[in-house]
T-cell receptor, first 116, second 110 residues
Framework: KAGVTQTPRYLIKTRGQQVTLSCSPISGHRSVSWYQQTPGQGLQFLFEYFSETQRNKGNFPGRFSGRQFSNSRSEMNVSTLELGDSALYLC???????????????FGPGTRLTVT | GESVGLHLPTLSVQEGDNSIINCAYSNSASDYFIWYKQESGKGPQFIIDIRSNMDKRQGQRVTVLLNKTVKHLSLQIAATQPGDSAVYFCAESLYSTLTFGKGTMLLVSP
């Protein structure tokens, strides 16, 4: 079974631009979560989508948004990029039947975003 | 490779030793706990999980212990190998949201 894939793997943007990152979950997984990883803050939860609906959201500004498509693929968008947005953005998928129970999440390799 | 964290606690062991990595979690309501391993340039890789109704779970060469009284989680790796060198994260989960610890770097020397 293919793992979680993320594109692109590396991206360089300048301040003020916007960026869209893509994630394809493991086949059959309906939950997709996004995380930001930085040396200073570690791994932080951004948001989670399940069946095209955002179920949970972390403590990030509104510049960070996402969506999920009917095939469970997900995108996240960051508008008006700031230098502090430079990070590794990780996507994880999980097989879940419904909210209220936790299951192991499988991570992709991440997208390394550098904002200059 | 990519740095996954600066100023991480580091555990240095010799090949063949047993390693114990500790983690304190924050939410007493968390019902699910996972240990992940992250190698340079890669995403976190699932190692082992445990639900809150258990206090111990064993896998291949790994054991996770959960102490809910003091909100403590540990990962034991038996016969540590150089390939085990990585950053290890614990994560707690409630309603499918994972909250990660800061991580511990494990260095295994031959």
């Amino acid at each position: 079974k293919a793992g979680v894939t993320q594109t692109p793997r590396y991206l360089i943007k300048t301040r003020g631009q916007q960026v869209t990152l893509s994630c394809s979950p493991i086949s059959g997984h309906r939950s997709v979560s996004w995380y930001q990883q930085t040396p200073g803050q570690g791994l932080q939860f951004l948001f989670e989508y399940f069946s095209e609906t955002q179920r949970n959201k972390g403590n990030f500004p509104g510049r960070f948004s996402g969506r999920q498509f009917s095939n469970s693929r997900s995108e996240m968008n960051v508008s008006t990029l700031e230098l502090g947005d430079s990070a590794l953005y990780l996507c994880a998928s999980s097989y879940q039947l419904s909210q209220g129970s936790s299951y192991e999440q499988y991570f992709g390799p991440g997208t390394r975003l550098t904002v200059t | 490779g990519e740095s996954v964290g600066l100023h991480l606690p580091t555990l240095s062991v010799q090949e063949g030793d047993n390693s114990i990595i500790n983690c304190a979690y924050s939410n007493s309501a968390s019902d699910y706990f996972i240990w992940y391993k992250q190698e340079s340039g890669k995403g976190p890789q699932f190692i082992i999980d445990i639900r809150s109704n258990m206090d111990k779970r064993q896998g291949q060469r790994v054991t996770v212990l959960l102490n809910k009284t003091v909100k403590h989680l540990s990962l034991q790796i038996a016969a540590t190998q150089p390939g085990d060198s990585a950053v290890y994260f614990c994560a707690e989960s409630l309603y499918s949201t994972l909250t990660f610890g800061k991580g511990t770097m494990l260095l295994v020397s031959p």
